[in-house]
Nanobody
């Protein structure tokens, strides 16, 4: 059974940082592209960052460039999202998701293309 377990969320002051983890099990992790999405109350789910299988190439949404960094550790079946300089606008539930195979750049941050989802972890940055 494919499982994705997101963790590391919490309450942090503006300008602070958090490191989210997405631990995977039940599938060949190295064959999957992994992405982080987020969803704030009353808003649609949006792509934050992705990392491809094999090449490890990364993509970021414009609103997190220069602040967030995604890494994957295939030996640990885990993807990390380092979030720095957090802002109140970053408040959301963060989800990790997996896609089997290659992901074209235009689809890498589109939730419709991801097959498996974790349960989400709450990030709160009070104004």
């Amino acid at each position: 059974e494919v499982q994705l377990q997101a963790s590391g969320g919490g309450l942090v002051r503006p300008g602070g940082y958090l490191r989210l983890s997405c631990a995977a099990s039940g599938f060949n992790f190295a064959d999957y592209g992994i992405a982080w999405f987020r969803q704030a109350p009353g808003k649609e789910r949006e792509g934050v960052s992705s990392v491809r299988r094999f090449s490890g190439s990364k993509q970021y949404a414009d609103f997190v460039k220069g602040r967030f960094s995604i890494t994957r550790d295939n030996a640990k079946n885990t993807v990390f999202l380092q979030m720095n300089s957090l802002e109140p606008e970053d408040t959301a539930v963060y989800f990790c998701a997996a896609h089997l195979g290659f992901m074209v750049t235009s689809a890498a941050l589109n939730p419709e293309y991801y097959d498996h989802w974790g349960q989400g972890t709450q990030v709160t940055v009070p104004a």
